[in-house]
């Protein structure tokens, strides 16, 4: 995926899953629960884009858990 129109704090959601570790399915639920904050990306609006924060914010979370 092309990085250079998008700021380097956002992410793809498939970046943020393979980040996390969880399936395609966990993802789309996470993003519904409201899990994290959602982003279009303003040249593809098909593409959904994650702040890379949150989702290390998550990790980290998990990681701490367990």
């Known amino acids: 995926m092309n990085n250079i129109n998008r ?7 498939t970046e943020a ?5 969880v399936s395609t399915v966990k993802m ?4 519904k629960h409201g899990v994290f ?3 279009t990306d303003l ?5 959904k884009l ?3 924060a949150e989702v290390e914010a998550l990790k980290h979370r998990s ?3 367990a």
């Open 7 to 13: 700021p380097d704090d956002l992410i793809s959601t």
């Open 17 to 21: 899953r393979k980040l996390l570790g």
């Open 28 to 31: 789309t639920q996470l993003i």
């Open 37 to 39: 904050t959602v982003y």
């Open 43 to 47: 040249l593809d609006r098909r593409v």
């Open 50 to 52: 994650i702040n890379r």
């Open 63 to 65: 990681v701490k858990a």
